[in-house]
């Protein structure tokens, strides 16, 4: 075991071949003598390994991905013409320092040097009768912003207000939780241990929904400058979220801040000009149309309006205000891609905040370690200072209290000397930054964990669920009142251990009563209202859909009832005899299969998909730390959960851990398509490969 006080590992040596190395589950490990040219390596394996997944991204940042699979996409295509994300990602792009700027461009270009071949070996693109086309030196800027645009808070103000319409002030608050859609993650730090000489170690899983392909790649970049694995985004160069540098080591979990607002705004025409609204009268507003082509449909015409605050994004349909989006990457001209490659070269916890310092969305929790011994927690990003109103509802545009100051709320950092926990709940240092935060049952969890020396595959494994609010409802039920199966289920719901295993059936019987309870809910005549026409376009159904979110937020909903006036007991009891008299609800596992998320235009994927549902049970549950999440009363299908899971030791490298849930490769038919399916739902780990001699060059792993 190494010691604290050892030197760094060495480099690679200088003289090394450039090119793609894998190791024996497909990992693309990549050697180039300047940080430029490992740029274009990274681009070139992203789109050997992900070919059609990196040119949906693109497409969905041009708002062209109608034109090449149909009309479905549209409303994608709508927003993303609306939000202006092509043209966000191109002023960012030139705004970067000029060595960032050549280093993202050279990343473009190893995309386009591979997408022809990785293309070949990709189903989609002949079932989609299409080709991949050419990368922009923005477009790496424009798939992140994709991945990212729905990663925060704006959505969920417009159920506030559907809400806040719908029942009036004494529901607010009522569906206080992670929002849906959201994504979180676990992330945890131990600190060294200077009597055993070991070193720190960082371990968790991001939640983002779960894609296929997945959303994490795993890779290597190594050049003369550094060395540092970790999980990037198909599409983007670098290591943002989690990477391990050997001397230093670095994760994230979302900060759940809030750094997004609508505005309503009132607009007026005048033959083609748009006027808005403004506190001392009538502006003009930008205004363009835009051509949407529809693959197999007519082409549709979109209007492109920005106001001073952000684009028009939508419209209430019930009011007739235009809805605007204000973010920090439109107004500042800024992603945060600077940060990148200093934080490649990082070499310390203060080299990785510094790097950092130039983070601008979305708003991350950081946890830091390197072998020194020090641990830190940061918080990275832009949060606007603007009046505690916009971080709820949408606002009136015209009126000045509204606008930002121009300032950016001051970010923590704080020095850790003990285990610390990050799981998007209210902890002191994000508190004060956001309205909408996960319920602590996670963070709490882990801790208690770590507390009794768990070690990371306990952790990442843990299943049981915090059920406390719904067995409550169930002590609200007249059991005299219950049928005789009714009232042995829930005598036996009671007495069940609450873990969230594959195998139970209690774990089945449970999900099948609380699907039954959020349905009853959505039905309540004191909830009904939530079911009026929406005001929002199709596209925020995730987040407007009174039944999704009654399922989302049970256990607020069940808690805030009171409030309403509304008596649990009775839907509670109703949903018992639902289940009681109805088919058996079988196992968990049965119930909770793996659902991954993609675009259905080959056949190949399509029978892939059904095959791994067939290979794995899944345990876990939204609230437990093996967060596999569900929607309860629409479907206990799993679509939301770990993407990767990591264990970074700073002791020695190689004897960190990492899995994601399929494999490196986007090509079904790939050994390495879904290899990691069956470790990632068991929840083991694979090895992180950092011996060169022990990886395979490019050319003799291809497959024909």
């Not at 943002?240 to 609508?262: C, I, R, S």
Request: glycine share 8%; hydrophobic share 45%; charged share 25%.
């Amino acid at each position: 075991m190494k010691l604290l006080w050892e030197p760094a590992p060495p480099r690679a040596p200088h003289a090394r071949t450039a090119g793609i190395r894998r190791d024996t589950w497909g990992v693309a490990h990549l050697w180039a003598d300047t940080v430029d040219d490992l740029a274009r390596l990274q681009g070139r394996a992203a789109a050997l390994d992900r070919a059609w997944q990196i040119e949906v991204e693109r497409w969905r940042s041009e708002g062209r991905l109608a034109q090449h699979v149909g009309p479905a996409e549209v409303g994608w295509d709508r927003f993303a013409r609306r939000a202006r994300l092509d043209d966000t990602a191109r002023r960012c792009f030139v705004r970067l320092d000029p060595a960032t700027r050549r280093w993202v461009a050279a990343y473009a270009e190893g995309v386009n040097d591979g997408l022809a071949e990785g293309a070949a070996g990709a189903p989609e693109f002949a079932a989609a009768g299409c080709a991949p086309g050419r990368w922009r030196p923005w477009s790496p800027l424009g798939v992140f912003l994709v991945q990212h645009v729905l990663f925060a808070t704006f959505p969920n103000k417009l159920w506030r207000a559907h809400v806040a319409a719908a029942l009036g002030p004494a529901a607010d608050g009522l569906f206080s939780a992670e929002p849906p859609a959201g994504s979180g993650s676990n992330a945890w730090a131990v600190p060294a241990d200077p009597a055993t000489g070991r070193g720190p170690v960082i371990a968790g899983d991001p939640h983002r929904i779960l894609e296929l392909p997945g959303i994490y790649h795993q890779v290597r970049l190594a050049c003369p400058e550094f060395d540092v694995l970790g999980f990037a985004f198909p599409g983007v160069p670098g290591l943002p979220h989690f990477g391990h540098a050997g001397e230093v080591a670095w994760a994230v979990t979302n900060a759940m801040a809030d750094y997004q607002d609508l505005y309503r705004e009132r607009l007026r025409r005048d033959g083609d000009r748009v006027l808005v609204r403004e506190a001392d009268g009538w502006a003009p507003a930008r205004r363009h149309v835009e051509r949407i082509v529809v693959r197999g449909g007519e082409p549709v015409q979109v209007e492109v309006i920005e106001t001073p605050r952000g684009p028009v994004v939508d419209e209430d349909r019930h009011t007739g205000e235009a809805i605007s989006l204000r973010t920090p990457a439109r107004v500042e001209q800024r992603l945060g891609f600077d940060a990148l490659l200093p934080l490649l070269r990082a070499r310390s916890v203060d080299d990785v905040a510094t790097a950092l310092g130039r983070w601008v969305e979305p708003v991350n929790s950081v946890l830091v370690a390197d072998r020194s011994g020090t641990v830190a927690q940061l918080v990275t990003g832009l949060v606007p200072v603007r009046d505690e109103r916009c971080r709820r509802e949408p606002v009136p545009g015209w009126e000045p209290r509204y606008r930002w100051t121009g300032d950016y709320a001051p970010l923590p950092r704080t020095a850790v000397t003990g285990p610390v926990v990050c799981a998007n709940d209210r902890r002191p240092d994000v508190a004060a930054l956001g309205v909408d935060f996960a319920p602590p049952h996670r963070a709490r969890r882990i801790r208690t964990l770590l507390a009794a020396g768990a070690g990371p595959a306990s952790v990442h494994t843990d299943d049981r669920l915090e059920a406390a609010v719904l067995r409550g409802a169930l002590d609200r039920v007249d059991a005299d009142a219950l049928s005789t199966p009714a009232r042995a289920l829930r005598d036996r719901l009671a007495a069940w251990d609450g873990r969230m295993r594959a195998d139970s059936a209690d774990a089945g019987a449970f999900a099948a009563w609380r699907g039954a309870l959020a349905r009853g809910l959505h039905e309540h005549p004191r909830l009904r209202p939530l079911r009026a026409e929406g005001a929002y376009d199709e596209l925020f159904a995730a987040w407007t859909n009174p039944l999704g979110r009654i399922g989302h937020a049970l256990d607020a909903v069940v808690a805030g009832l009171d409030r309403l006036g509304v008596d649990v007991g009775p839907v509670a009891a109703a949903a018992l005899e639902e289940v009681s008299h109805g088919d058996p609800p079988g196992t968990w596992g049965r119930r909770h299969v793996l659902h991954p998320v993609h675009l259905s235009v080959a056949k190949e994927v399509d029978v892939a998909v059904e095959e791994m549902r067939e290979r794995v049970t899944l345990s876990g549950d939204a609230d437990c730390v093996l967060a596999t999440s569900s929607v309860p009363g629409l479907s206990d299908a799993c679509w939301r959960g770990p993407v990767a899971r990591y264990v970074w030791d700073l002791t020695d490298r190689a004897d960190s851990r990492w899995v994601v849930p399929f494999g490196a490769s986007g090509r079904p038919g790939d050994p390495h398509f879904d290899d990691q399916l069956p470790r990632w739902a068991a929840g083991e780990l694979i090895p992180v490969v950092t011996d060169w001699a022990r990886l395979t060059p490019e050319q003799e792993t291809r497959t024909p």
